[in-house]
């Protein structure tokens, strides 16, 4: 069974500090990523996903991630954070059936 | 407004009584998803809907969890004789492609006491 690590439970940063948030994902095959965002009170979004093609994918609010293969990871960039980027961030991953595999989550406070 | 409605937003009921949360997906989705979270977790797979048809559940649902998606529409969770560990926030959502990633409701937080 696929499984999903998210190995920073909780990051604070400043506000225009670089974020890297880091997920790394067990399974071997061919696999869809995903980035969400939780914002406090609000449900679910979509920051961003990677199927195939450019390892880089920039996704909303200048965040971007970088697939790389050779070490299961997918982590999560941004190189200038806003207080409102304040949220819970998940990876997750689609092993191109049918169900999304979460990891825990990252808990990311910015310090105005 | 996310497009896929769940309700109620919060339910509150007695430990071994029965609770029913309904889901509303985007309407042109035939894939809709149950997921449970917890506090400090990430989502964690229920079960899984292709129109009508229920094709994937989850070892986390117990025979008292039961899930419906009649006529492909709208879907119903019911948890039979609630116990306390089945508190947590009960997550609807809906895609057209798996690939697509999904789109989450803003979820029903069920609390048992």
């Known amino acids: 069974a696929q499984s999903v690590s998210q190995h920073n439970h909780h990051v604070i940063l400043s506000e225009a500090a670089s974020l890297e948030l880091g997920c790394n994902y067990s399974y071997g095959g061919t696999v869809n990523l995903f980035w969400y965002v939780q914002y406090p009170g609000q449900h679910l979004q979509l920051l961003l996903k990677?199927?195939?093609?450019?390892?880089l994918v920039k996704g909303i609010k200048g965040f971007e991630a970088e697939f790389i293969k050779s070490k299961f990871s997918f982590n999560l960039r941004k190189p200038s954070v806003q207080w409102s980027d304040t949220a819970e961030y998940f990876c997750?991953?689609?092993?191109?059936?049918?169900?999304?595999?979460f990891g825990g989550g990252t808990r990311l406070m910015v310090k105005p | 407004d996310t497009g896929v409605s769940q309700d109620p937003r919060h339910k509150i009921t007695k430990r071994g009584q029965n609770v029913t949360f309904r889901c509303d997906p985007i309407s042109e989705h035939n894939r809709l998803y149950w997921y449970r979270q917890t506090l400090g977790q990430g989502p964690e797979f229920l079960t899984y809907?292709?129109?009508?048809?229920?094709?994937?559940k989850s070892r986390l649902l117990s025979d008292r969890f039961s899930a419906e998606r009649p006529k492909g529409s709208f879907s119903t969770l019911e948890i039979q004789r609630t116990e306390q560990g089945d508190s947590a926030m009960y997550l609807c959502?809906?895609?057209?492609?798996?690939?697509?990633?999904?789109?989450f409701g803003s979820g029903t937080r069920l609390t048992v006491v």
């Open positions: 997750a991953v689609n092993n191109a059936g049918n169900m999304l595999t």
């Open positions: 809907f292709q129109n009508e048809a229920q094709l994937e």
């Open positions: 959502a809906s895609s057209l492609n798996p690939g697509d990633g999904y789109t």
């Open positions: 990677y199927f195939s093609g450019d390892p």
